[in-house]
């Protein structure tokens, strides 16, 4: 039988405000354990929560991004559970009333493009962590930073029918969110938190089958694993016989599998109720839309643009504009020097690798828009060559020098000086008899020789098209 997958994916976003979202506590990662904390977020008796306005402004701007509609009245709700991260015993989350609903986001797989629909938004706390020490004292530790940190949580509709759809859902979300500089998208640093629902039905059937939902799935390049395994442990399951159950299941990374944590009767029952602590929250109009004309252009505007405007090629555009501060490089580049296609190649082969090598971002590349659009105008005025353009590259690179500096420095400015060029010419024709007794009787391919020989003589700076010629005069 064939099957058809469904997958619905819940994102959990923790939002970049300074300090958390009931209290002023500072949300700065890698704090000491408890340093960020108060009565408030520590959950003592007494203290009530005080909203953080800029978590509302984040998430309204993330709302309009992911195209929702943003309700005028929400609600917080407290989701009750008993675990030692959070001291309250409950959190405040949304429920019945969220921030946002009815969005969407575009994503397109091989060409082929899909809406894929966004449930809701809503605002809630993170909570504490626990630190399980199995060593000598044998004792878990618990640390509060966390807890109060503000987090947003996206809810897809189950649009989307494969793992590559769900990795790509997932890193245009992100792509959208670090436009929006609303979350820094942090996988493995835990910023951005996925949950994946899975489940199959036959191919046409309407009805959806019974979802799993995957959790602890830390890694971007862990999505579509896990989602590929647990689609196939679920198809071989119904082939002999079995039924799909309800149920959580963690990904284990290490061994790449997915495993049972609670089946649907453990499922907690949160007792969800409105927190009588805090006012339903009204945002007026004034407000979103203000939010709304300081929304960035997103990436796939931008691209539309880039190929527009640029005329640039659309992959091109595509790579430029995966993050803001990639495509403000480009522009910035192309401002000093209007070559945007030969800036665009140089940014996508030699400055994306250096940067990958080197696993830096964008902001901390050790060559600026300026020089290297700079070492590009270099190349078209005839300077130097494309070839010796790449090790001042690297020289840039690893001293962070501007590329005139370079050239001066090292004296690598292109030979153009015919009389030069036809001295060294003379030279290796004189030294090479054979090879030209050889290129005389008719053997045509021996010119590639003699044009190395010459750039070798001249370190690679002799004028490559001047070279050419002149051999071919020389040697005729
Ligand atoms: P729950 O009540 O268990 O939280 P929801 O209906 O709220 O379930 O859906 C939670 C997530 O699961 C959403 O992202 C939704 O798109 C997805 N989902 C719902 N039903 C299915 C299904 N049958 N297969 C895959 N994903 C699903
Ligand atoms: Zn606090
Ligand atoms: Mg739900």
Request: proline share 4%.
């Amino acid at each position: 039988m064939e099957f058809e997958t469904v997958i619905g994916l819940e994102v959990h976003a923790q939002l970049l405000t300074k300090s958390k979202i009931f209290c002023s506590c500072s949300t700065q990662f890698g704090a000491k354990p408890n340093q960020n904390t108060c009565p408030v977020c520590l959950g003592l008796p007494g203290v009530l929560p005080v909203l953080n306005r800029q978590v509302v402004h984040y998430t309204i701007k993330a709302g309009l991004a992911l195209n929702c509609e943003i309700q005028k009245r929400s609600l917080w709700a407290r989701k009750n559970y008993f675990y030692p991260d959070l001291p309250k015993g409950y959190q405040i989350s949304q429920y019945e009333e969220p921030i946002c609903l009815r969005g969407y986001l575009d994503i397109s797989v091989e060409g082929h493009k899909k809406r894929i629909g966004i449930t809701r938004i809503h605002m809630e706390e993170d909570a504490g962590k626990l630190l399980h020490d199995f060593g000598d004292s044998n004792l878990s530790h618990v640390d509060l930073n966390r807890a109060g940190v503000p987090l947003i949580e996206i809810v897809s509709e189950p649009d989307m029918r494969s793992s590559a759809e769900a990795g790509e859902y997932l890193r245009q979300l992100r792509g959208i969110l670090r436009y929006c500089g609303v979350c820094d998208g942090n996988m493995e640093e835990g910023s951005l938190r996925c949950d994946a629902n899975v489940s199959i039905r036959p191919v046409g059937e309407s009805k959806f089958g019974t979802k799993v939902e995957l959790k602890n799935i830390n890694s971007f390049r862990y999505v579509e694993k896990a989602i590929d395994y647990e689609v196939e442990r679920q198809k071989n399951a119904l082939a002999s016989g079995e039924k799909i159950i309800q149920e959580t299941r963690l990904w284990d990374s290490s061994r790449e599998v997915t495993e049972s944590m609670r089946s649907k009767e453990e499922a907690h029952d949160y007792r969800y109720f409105p927190d009588p602590d805090l006012v339903p929250l009204l945002i007026d109009e004034e407000w979103i839309s203000t939010i709304r004309n300081e929304l960035p252009e997103l990436a796939i505007a931008k691209a539309e643009r880039f190929t527009a405007q640029y005329k640039i090629p659309e992959y091109d555009a595509q790579v430029l504009t995966t993050e803001k501060a990639l495509a403000d490089y480009f522009e910035q580049a192309v401002g000093f020097c209007n070559q945007p296609k030969k800036i665009s190649n140089w940014i996508m082969t030699e400055l994306l690798r250096e940067l990958k090598n080197s696993g830096k971002e964008i902001g901390e590349s050790p060559v600026k828009p300026k020089e290297l659009a700079r070492l590009v105008q270099l190349i078209e005025e005839g300077t130097i060559s494309g070839k010796i353009a790449k090790t001042v590259f690297e020289d840039m690179v690893g001293t962070g020098q501007n590329p005139d500096f370079i050239i001066k420095e090292k004296n690598l400015v292109q030979v153009s000086d015919t009389g030069a060029i036809e001295k060294v010419i003379d030279k290796v024709i004189a030294d090479n008899p054979q090879q030209l007794a050889q290129y005389k009787a008719g053997k045509d391919k021996l010119f590639g020789f003699f044009v190395g020989q010459v750039m070798k003589e001249m370190k690679g700076q002799g004028n490559p098209a001047l070279v050419n010629e002149l051999l071919k005069k020389k040697l005729s």
